[in-house]
């Protein structure tokens, strides 16, 4: 019987059958490039890439594209003087090249995704806040679209996306309609370390997919709100509940080295990622923004992509220095279970580099030691 | 500067000497001695409540057409970012970044509506609990400065008793204070400055729209919008050159002529913001705001945006106006800004720009800060009250077309003269 909780929170998705979508868990093949900057060189080595994975036409071809961004924090931070592009966020020059590729592949739109911290504002707006130009994506494809998912957006409902295997800490978790209208579905991260998860790839990137109004500190109890406010902090903490949802399992930990990671695999879980990008040509060590004490600018000048999450944020992890395999108390897990360990076993793909095929440079060649390299700027 | 009702000596004037104070508020009468002894050092001395020539007023119903030489505005706030929280920590607006309290605004608007007609902070004793560094006096003495008017100096207990006793600690704190002074009396080619704005807000600022002019006026400045104020009864001969766009936020349609203006201005490609009775000449739509709080038509080159709903919040009201124009025309982005206003004058001498940088949290932050600027300059310098000199900045380019300042930290207050 439902609770009165998860009555009025389903209200504004009555009709809809929950969505679930099919998992790759084909061959896991990882493309590793090295790049020194985002000049002429970024291109080619993009498109080196995704030749290297098989090309992305059959992937994209006359379909919708939505690629999450990985624009963490607010539009104005930043680690020193360092523009965002060149230590929490992707590059805009990467954005831009992955729009150019997938529409040259023939996708028939291109939707640029993100929840920016605590607003609802388009965007766009954002974007042009940070000193980036919208214009620059939208002259890289046909048909280019912006949504901010941090709210209800453009949509008129919520898209409630189903966990495949059951999920580890909701069965099912709610989305911007843009996660649900898309045929595939792109994320597009920066090579980093993370506060709460140890690191920040492809996957977490996928936290910032759920928006604020329903798990976000202002979120409504009953049922969301109509603004995003704060972070997600009922997902750290676990101190209440989202509208419309009831946890698995109350009595689990109430931490968040345990909470995120296994919320992020669920979000992986319900909204599969088709095609993983990691821009790690300049970024940051020691945390995952400008907020974190200690962080240090950091160029490991590598892009790493991927068609499966869990093989790509593995040999990411291992690019970083890091040994994927590690568990809670050995790093980068120090405070945390590993994400990608959870994510292999709920069946999403592989995390031992026996098991992945790496392609252009071997990791031995191009690791860069997050914990070793770089000086603090803070 | 209030002089305390316990200094009635007159060798307690000497504190004074070689400051650029030269007139003291009291509220009683003092000595003979002390004032004869005030006038022989050039000191002018006003009894609150009695001199004709300065009005003491609130922002809010205020006599603006008194004939009194000074406005001194007594209902502002010492400047600073207030501590709200039961915890002492300092409350935040929705996106997290903290309230702001800032007399900016009131000077602004005194002096938009009595120009060239002295405007001073006598706001006396702080709502703060707690002792008051040397800090928060310099912003206190910074912040009426920088937009143009004096702050009564008003010393608390702790500092009186130092000064009294010759501390070193007090004369440190006063000596603050002097160097402040002295720091804008050597920048009074401020007042050949006027305000860089791409944004007019047009009102009466007073009676039923007092509320709301008067908090969209504050709010434009912690949203970093470069306005112009223009009073209703005068704006339809004002100049309107370099304005994307202008708020009436007014419940009572504009007269006739102001009216024609306004639609002029649309008419030229401005953008035009009103409350929800404003009459609307009959145009195309062009859909509503992102959050449908706003209706907007077409008008020749430009839009006007009329609100749904009357107008009520300010927040809201200015947040939307800024989302309607877009943030792709703003004239400066800051980047790590935190509690930091940035206020853009130009000189009547051409190719001269002030920026102005108020930091609310009155003390250096650990993040550097950096200045985006859309125009393009020869040369950028920078001084502070830390680096009263300063140095020559590098413009750098960036992407889009435009170029960043690399600030060195601050305190309080920095200025950045732009030439080219």
Do not use: N
């Given at each position: 019987m439902l609770t009165r909780r998860e009555l009025v929170g389903g209200l504004l998705l009555i009709g809809t059958k929950p969505k679930a979508f099919s998992l790759n868990k084909s061959a896991a093949r990882v493309a590793v490039a090295k790049c020194h900057n985002y000049g002429s060189e970024l291109l080619p080595t993009m498109e080196r890439m995704v030749d290297q994975l098989g090309g992305l036409g059959r992937l994209v071809k006359n379909r919708t594209v939505a690629i999450k961004l990985n624009l963490t924090g607010t539009a104005t931070s930043r680690m020193g003087c360092r523009p965002a592009g060149l230590a929490q966020w992707p590059h805009p020059q990467v954005v831009a090249a992955t729009v150019h590729l997938l529409d040259k592949a023939s996708a028939r739109r291109i939707r640029l995704l993100e929840s920016p911290w605590s607003t609802a504002d388009p965007l766009e707006e954002f974007l042009l806040q940070a000193g980036w130009d919208p214009d620059m994506f939208v002259g890289c494809g046909k048909r280019v679209e912006f949504e901010n998912t941090n709210w209800l957006g453009s949509g008129k409902k919520y898209s409630r996306l189903v966990?495949?295997?059951?999920?580890?800490?909701?069965?099912a978790y709610d989305f911007n309609h843009s996660y649900e209208d898309c045929d595939v579905f792109v994320s597009l991260a920066k090579l980093k370390e993370h506060g709460s998860t140890g690191i920040t790839l492809s996957m977490k990137n996928c936290f910032g997919n759920l928006p604020a109004t329903i798990y976000g500190e202002g979120a409504g109890k009953d049922e969301p709100s109509l603004l995003p406010q704060g972070g997600r902090h009922m997902l750290h903490s676990g101190k209440r509940q989202p509208a419309g949802h009831m946890e698995i399992d109350p009595s689990s930990p109430r931490e968040e080295g345990y909470r995120v990671p296994r919320v992020v695999v669920d979000v992986v879980a319900a909204r599969p990622i088709d095609l993983a990008i990691i821009d790690g040509i300049e970024s940051m060590a020691g945390g995952e923004g400008p907020w974190i004490r200690g962080v240090r600018p950091i160029s490991p000048k590598l892009l790493v992509a991927g068609t499966n999450c869990v093989a790509t944020d593995s040999v990411a992890t291992a690019l970083m220095?890091?040994?994927?395999m590690a568990d809670r108390g050995t790093a980068p897990f120090e405070k945390c279970d590993s994400t990608l360990r959870l994510a292999e076993a709920a069946g999403l793909g592989p995390r031992d580099l026996r098991q992945i095929e790496v392609v252009g440079v071997p990791i031995a060649e191009a690791v860069c030691r997050y914990r070793s390299a770089g000086t603090s700027q803070m | 500067m209030y002089w305390p009702e316990e200094w009635s000596d007159p060798e307690q004037l000497s504190l004074l000497h070689g400051t650029p104070i030269n007139c003291l508020v009291t509220e009683r009468e003092f000595p003979s001695a002390f004032i004869d002894r005030a006038l022989r050092l050039g000191i002018e001395i006003v009894l609150k409540g009695t001199r004709a020539e300065v009005l003491w007023s609130g922002t809010s119903g205020a006599a603006w057409k008194s004939p009194a030489e000074v406005l001194a505005i007594s209902d502002g706030v010492w400047p600073g970012v207030p501590a709200t929280r039961e915890d002492g920590g300092a409350s935040a607006g929705p996106t997290g970044v903290p309230w702001v309290d800032s007399n900016g605004w009131r000077i602004r608007l005194a002096l938009a509506m009595r120009p060239s007609k002295p405007v001073w902070?006598?706001?006396?004793?702080?709502?703060?609990?707690g002792v008051l560094r040397k800090e928060d006096y310099v912003l206190a003495v910074a912040d009426a400065a920088a937009y143009g008017g004096r702050w009564v100096i008003w010393l608390d207990r702790e500092l009186r008793d130092g000064l009294t006793q010759r501390s070193g600690n007090a004369l440190d704190v006063w000596r603050g204070i002097v160097e402040t002074l002295r720091f804008f009396e050597q920048q009074s080619r401020q007042q050949d400055f006027r305000p860089a704005a791409t944004w007019g807000v047009v009102s009466d600022f007073s009676g039923g729209n007092e509320f709301l002019s008067h908090e969209i006026l504050n709010l434009m400045m912690r949203r970093h919008l470069p306005f112009v104020i223009l009073e209703k009864s005068g704006a339809a001969t004002a100049d309107f050159e370099g304005l994307l766009a202008v708020v009436y936020p007014d419940r009572e349609a504009p007269g006739r002529a102001l009216e024609r203006k306004l639609e002029r201005f649309i008419r030229q490609g401005g953008l035009l913001v009103v409350n929800k009775n404003y009459p609307v000449p009959r145009s195309p739509s062009a859909g509503t705001d992102p959050y449908g709080r706003f209706r907007i038509q077409r008008l020749g080159k430009g839009r006007i945006a009329v609100s749904v709903q009357d107008l009520a919040d300010p927040y809201l009201t200015v947040a939307d106006a800024h989302l309607i124009l877009s943030r792709?025309?703003?004239?400066f982005r800051l980047y790590n800004g935190g509690s930091v206003y940035v206020y853009l004058t130009r000189g009547d001498r051409a190719g001269l720009t002030l920026i102005q940088l108020l930091n609310y949290a009155a003390r250096s932050s650990a993040n550097l800060i950096s200045l985006a600027l859309r125009d393009k300059y020869r040369t950028a310098r920078f001084r502070s009250l830390e680096d009263p000199h300063g140095k020559y900045l590098e413009l750098q380019s960036v992407e889009n077309g435009w170029f960043e300042l690399h600030l060195p930290p601050f305190a309080v207050y920095a200025l950045i003269e732009l030439e080219g």
């Open positions: 966990v495949p295997y059951g999920g580890y800490v909701y069965k220095g890091f040994d994927p | 902070i006598a706001v006396g004793s702080p709502k703060k609990v792709r025309h703003d004239l």
